[in-house]
């Protein structure tokens, strides 16, 4: 079986959407791609993709209901290729744009599937029985959402435990920031036999040029779930940028109650406290927690006049964070889906399909939150930025 092509194939399935333009310039020197818009507009507009519709709500997208009756069993001999493929889709907080965009490409390209939607609700305790479910389903592949779900169910590639995990099944993982980090994977080139994905932040290091490029700081403060091992990787990742770069972070981990989970009633004071501490900028991370608790918390900051940068696009989309460098969710779901259809339809085997990161990212602004707080942007910022409140009275 030849080696899976690299990813130019859905890149030109979804050049439809607009120019994509590789920009070499600068806003500080980020070096990073964006996708332009076309057609009528203010000239510079930035925007991704058009809007995800809602899970199902196409003329020919299948419901994902959350526990769908099974399917009877194939009868021997039928050829897979008879029948759709059956995929078990584990999310770790209800479905979301990737999803969308996942489900979008397998019906654009007419190939049938049976999704079995399995929502863990931010309950890790609930994967031992989640997996053997999966066992005695036997699916044709397993879609995981974001670190927790992943680790939990393939385990670390050093310690897998065939017992707990999943080791003879191909998983498909997204929205992984740090796959390397996590253990889910030795090396981005070294994958392991049953496991493939995406990951989707922007470099580190172009985030920090983002903010930047916005206003000049000192001192930048991060909330995070220190139960979370995507967030605890991202904000050990903010800290060595510190000592590098010479700025101060200032770290608010979220309590944790006697039930064992974050507290959200203290996103709040953690945002004063960040503020009262001198932060200039709230870096909100790959976190499910804050993603949660996202209207509380740019609340709390525009409260307190903090501007908050996103590197993740649902506290842009779903609350009101002033600005951020992301990855599109509902192409990041196509992204997923095309290394799904390589195992489903043309028989690759997981291990050989390279783990990527998404090599365009989106520039979004909240031009009325900066005017909320007095920090108007810069007209680079403004020119090049997707600015998704437009229309807000406070512009």
Request: hydrophobic share 45%; proline share 11%.
């Amino acid at each position: 079986m030849n080696a899976p092509p690299p990813f130019r194939r859905p890149r030109l399935r979804l050049a439809g959407w607009g120019l994509v333009l590789v920009l070499g310039w600068g806003l500080g020197g980020w070096g990073l791609g964006l996708a332009a818009r076309t057609g009528p507009g203010a000239a510079g507009d930035r925007i991704e993709a058009p809007p995800a519709p809602p899970l199902g709500s196409g003329p020919n997208s299948p419901p994902l209901p959350d526990r769908p009756a099974a399917t009877p069993p194939v009868a021997p001999g039928v050829a897979p290729e008879q029948r759709p493929f059956r995929i078990v889709m584990v999310v770790w907080r209800g479905a979301t744009r990737v999803e969308a965009g996942f489900q979008d490409y397998f019906t654009e390209n007419h190939i049938p599937i049976e999704i079995i939607l399995r929502n863990l609700d931010r309950d890790p305790s609930r994967l031992p029985a989640l997996v053997a479910e999966i066992r005695a389903l036997k699916p044709d592949l397993v879609y995981s959402w974001g670190t927790s779900t992943t680790l939990g169910l393939v385990g670390p590639w050093n310690d897998p435990e065939p017992q707990n995990h999943i080791t003879d099944i191909p998983v498909v993982f997204t929205l992984v920031a740090d796959p390397v980090g996590a253990r889910i994977v030795q090396s981005l080139d070294r994958a392991r036999a049953n496991v493939t994905g995406t990951s989707f932040l922007p470099p580190l290091a172009s985030q920090l040029k983002a903010i930047r490029s916005y206003r000049p700081f000192t001192r930048l403060a991060v909330i995070y779930n220190p139960l979370e091992a995507n967030s605890v990787l991202n904000v050990k990742a903010l800290r060595a940028a510190g000592d590098r770069q010479g700025f101060i972070l200032i770290e608010k981990p979220a309590p944790i109650t006697a039930a064992g989970v974050p507290d959200a009633t203290a996103v709040p004071r953690l945002v004063r406290e960040a503020k009262d501490a001198g932060a200039e900028f709230l870096y909100i991370g790959p976190d499910s927690f804050t993603a949660v608790v996202g209207p509380a918390l740019t609340q709390a900051a525009i409260d307190n006049r903090l501007a908050t940068f996103a590197s993740t696009e649902t506290p842009l989309r779903e609350a009101r964070a002033m600005f951020g460098l992301v990855s599109n969710y509902y192409t990041l779901g196509k992204f997923t889906a095309y290394k799904a259809e390589q195992i489903l339809r043309h028989g690759v085997r997981a291990g050989e399909i390279p783990i990527e990161t998404m090599k365009k990212f989106s520039l979004l602004l909240r031009i009325g939150v900066a005017n909320q707080i007095g920090l108007y942007p810069p007209v680079n910022i403004v020119k090049y930025a997707e600015i998704i409140d437009r229309n807000s009275p406070t512009n």
